[in-house]
């Protein structure tokens, strides 16, 4: 029994602190009154989303409300346009791709959903060949 000292202790593994705990203002201080050297670095605008902000007009005009809110085309228009495509014999997907556009958008101009661009406008009246913008703008082509 004289041969086991109780006062000594044989540390086989130990692990240093982990990144959180590294990093923790109770490790820095630490680390600081030791006289370590330590390294800081400001990030700007770190974990923050600038570029996807929301702010107060935007979210008016999403409530759309009856003073602020987006424009979209009548439905004469829509009939219109469905009409000049029927009579070229063209499907929605025809006339898309005609245009260089999603089928989707020609279905939204024909029901009155879509807000209304003037270049694509453009493209539907040329390949179509009638004026859809007549009753829309109150220009005559």
């Given at each position: 029994?004289?041969?086991?000292?109780?006062?000594?202790?044989?540390?086989?593994?130990?692990?240093?602190?982990?990144?959180?705990?590294?990093?923790?203002?109770?490790?820095?201080?630490?680390?600081?009154?030791?006289?370590?050297?330590v390294q800081t670095s400001k990030k700007w605008a770190a974990g923050q989303n600038k570029q996807h902000l929301v702010?107060?007009?935007?979210?008016?005009?999403?409530?759309?409300?009856?003073?602020?809110?987006?424009?979209?085309?009548?439905?004469?228009?829509?009939?219109?346009?469905?009409?000049?495509?029927?009579?070229?014999?063209?499907?929605?997907?025809?006339?898309?791709?005609?245009?260089?556009?999603?089928?989707?958008?020609?279905?939204?101009?024909?029901?009155?959903?879509?807000?209304?661009?003037?270049?694509?406008?453009?493209?539907?009246?040329?390949?179509?060949?009638?004026?859809?913008t007549l009753n829309f703008s109150k220009t005559k082509c």
């Open positions: 029994m004289a041969e086991s000292d109780w006062d000594t202790v044989t540390v086989l593994r130990k692990k240093g602190p982990t990144a959180a705990q590294a990093k923790s203002k109770q490790a820095i201080t630490t680390a600081q009154r030791r006289g370590e050297e702010t107060k007009n935007t979210a008016k005009l999403d409530r759309e409300t009856e003073e602020l809110h987006h424009d979209r085309v009548p439905l004469e228009v829509g009939k219109v346009i469905q009409q000049g495509r029927q009579e070229k014999g063209l499907t929605q997907k025809d006339l898309a791709t005609k245009i260089n556009e999603k089928p989707q958008i020609i279905a939204d101009y024909e029901c009155g959903r879509a807000i209304p661009n003037n270049q694509v406008m453009g493209k539907i009246e040329r390949a179509i060949g009638k004026c859809v």
